[in-house]
């Protein structure tokens, strides 16, 4: 498992009124991208993927649910 620590506001994401509250539990994926020193240009990445039978969908996995984990909120 991991643990992730982020902070981006809620209102961003469109659930200003409605935050995740500790215990609540959502689908999550998760997907790390490295670049070069500028940010500019892309040069690989880790896609978690909770259910490898769907990995050929390969970096469109966001799109689909069923490759996702969840986030437990704490």
């Given amino acids: 498992s991991y643990t992730a620590e982020c902070a981006i506001p809620w ?3 469109g659930a200003g009124n409605d935050p995740p509250r500790a215990g609540d539990e959502l689908g999550f994926c998760w ?3 490295w670049s070069d020193a500028s940010g500019k ?3 690989g990445q880790l896609i978690e ?3 490898p039978a ?3 969908r390969g970096l469109q996995t966001f799109m ?3 490759t996702w984990g969840k986030a437990v909120y704490r």
Avoid: C, H, Q
Wanted: net charge positive; glycine share 6%.
């Fill in 49 to 51: 993927i909770k259910n």
């Fill in 64 to 66: 689909f649910g069923e």
């Fill in 41 to 43: 240009r892309w040069k």
């Fill in 54 to 56: 769907y990995s050929a």
């Fill in 11 to 13: 209102t961003l994401l």
């Fill in 31 to 33: 997907t790390v991208n």
